[in-house]
């Protein structure tokens, strides 16, 4: 998603704004077609989707990257706020088994040294629940975000992850 400046430098918005509320909407779909031609419940999916720190009802974002939170990344964080609304109603509407929802802090290309550790955080199933307070950080690997997602959700089936929105960053 590139930015897209305007004439008021103080409302950037992006090239597709809703590319992700869009994305999802399409998934719904399909998994609509998909529930009423077959009628069957018991293969509904696990959906995980990445979305980002920032828009928790918890600070998981340190006090100094609020401003470009807030300004910059504006227009993608209501867009991601709707993704994740949308896929909370895909469970309520029974069209997934569940969903794991990872928003990471900004992500990097770096390579790491050996083993970095990654905070965990989440908002869970009971409303407003977060498990081991806020994972603050600045920045995280989009490797240690590819492991992460593979060693706790494909490979562990969700796991205690199931339901959750988790933050994760270094």
């Known amino acids: 998603v590139k930015p897209k400046f305007t004439r008021n430098p103080l409302k950037?918005?992006?090239?597709?704004?809703?590319?992700?509320?869009d994305s999802i909407l399409s998934i719904n779909t399909a998994l609509q077609i998909i529930k009423s031609s077959s009628g069957q419940a018991s293969k509904m999916p696990l959906l995980t989707a990445l979305s980002t720190t920032g828009i928790s009802e918890n600070q998981d974002v340190p006090i100094m990257m609020t401003p470009l939170y807030r300004?910059?990344?504006?227009?993608?964080h209501?867009?991601?706020?709707?993704?994740?609304?949308r896929i909370v109603k895909a469970k309520e509407e029974n069209l997934i088994r569940d969903y794991v929802v990872i928003r990471p802090s900004l992500l990097?290309?770096?390579r790491i040294n050996g083993k970095?550790?990654?905070?965990?955080s989440w908002e869970g199933k009971a409303p407003g629940k977060l498990g081991d307070?806020?994972?603050?950080?600045?920045k995280i690997t989009r490797e240690d975000v590819g492991y992460f997602v593979f060693?706790?959700?494909?490979?562990?089936?969700g796991g205690e992850l199931v339901g959750k929105k988790i933050s994760i960053t270094h």
């Open 116 to 120: 970095t550790e990654i905070k965990v």
């Open 108 to 110: 990097t290309d770096e």
């Open 12 to 21: 950037p918005t992006f090239e597709d704004p809703t590319v992700y509320q």
């Open 151 to 157: 060693e706790s959700v494909i490979a562990n089936s």
């Open 133 to 138: 307070g806020a994972a603050v950080g600045y």
């Open 71 to 76: 300004w910059m990344l504006a227009v993608p």
């Open 78 to 85: 209501a867009n991601k706020e709707v993704l994740e609304d």
